[in-house]
């Protein structure tokens, strides 16, 4: 079942995959910023739920919908495969 996989896999050094078990993926966001924060390390938050910005975006380095996400990663493999 989905809710039983819980873990994190670094993808690479921007990138993580995270199953949150059954810990909302909204609250684990929340703890998560809260953890970069608190360790001064930067981060994105990308999501176009404006109550997830407010609980998990004040420290972000940027917020960014999930419109504007997608089109950011578009154009970076774009770029890349020119």
Do not use: C, P
């Amino acid at each position: 079942m989905a809710r039983d996989l819980i873990g994190e896999r670094v993808v690479s050094e921007l990138l993580s995959l995270v199953g949150t078990g059954s810990e909302s993926a909204d609250d684990w966001l929340t703890r998560r910023a809260a953890a970069l924060a608190a360790a001064d390390r930067k981060y994105w938050l990308a999501t176009s739920d404006r109550e997830l910005r407010g609980r998990a975006g004040g420290n972000a380095v940027r917020l960014i919908g999930g419109g504007g996400f997608l089109r950011e990663l578009s154009e970076h493999r774009q770029n890349r495969d020119v």
